[in-house]
């Protein structure tokens, strides 16, 4: 690996680390090249060009191999009617991005940083296509299989579920991260998150039209 590559790798993890922590307002370049070991404090600028470039760059590279195994679990899933192909489309959202947190060699950051920052970013950009071409046909399909729904209920509820996985998971690498107790081991919380997401969007609707 170049000293480049490897330059423009230690700024995106410090980079996600730090947001991870403090949130997008709590960090600036300065923190970031600093944080990487850079004396020069243009290093961010000089890689990404702004805050914006970064944020799509940290998504880029955890994303890439995260969008592989997705598509991985999604040639698995076979169309079928009610919640069997439900779970398998959740399980294909959900196992890949849990398998990575599990795996991570030095105790990963990246749940928190989605918790802070996912809000401010655009995953419909052009420039996550590559990355997010297998989420984005897990929620069509996802949708099209919640037929109890009408769409635009269907997308509000994948999208609720997606923000409160990520919250989950964020919240347990933080206890991991800290050494506090968890109530269930990290593969049997996995089950119990995917098991209230499929509960969650097979629920009917209520309350007005």
């Not at 991260?177 to 499929?198: K, N, R, W, Y």
Request: glycine share 6%; charged share 25%; hydrophobic share 45%.
């Amino acid at each position: 690996m170049s000293s480049a590559v490897d330059s423009r790798q230690a700024l995106l993890e410090a980079a996600e680390q730090l947001y991870a922590a403090h949130g997008l307002e709590g960090v600036s370049m300065r923190d970031i090249a600093s944080a990487a070991g850079h004396r020069n404090n243009s290093a961010v600028q000089y890689h990404f060009g702004n805050r914006e470039g970064l944020l799509l760059a940290i998504f880029r590279f955890r994303m890439h191999a995260i969008n592989e195994v997705r598509r991985a679990y999604l040639d698995r899933v076979e169309s079928s009617d009610g919640e069997p192909e439900i779970r398998a489309l959740v399980e294909a959202e959900i196992r890949p991005l849990t398998e990575f947190l599990a795996d991570a060699p030095a105790g990963s950051y990246y749940a928190r940083f989605l918790a802070r920052v996912s809000p401010s970013v655009d995953f419909t950009s052009p420039e996550l296509t590559e990355v997010q071409d297998a989420g984005r046909e897990i929620v069509q399909r996802l949708i099209d299989a919640l037929s109890h729904l009408p769409r635009r209920v269907a997308l509000a509820r994948i999208d609720l579920m997606f923000n409160m996985i990520i919250s989950a998971l964020a919240l347990i690498e933080q206890r991991r991260a800290e050494g506090l107790p968890q109530l269930a081991s990290f593969d049997d919380t996995v089950g119990h998150l995917i098991d209230m997401a499929v509960g969650a969007l097979l629920a009917e609707r209520t309350g007005a039209p």
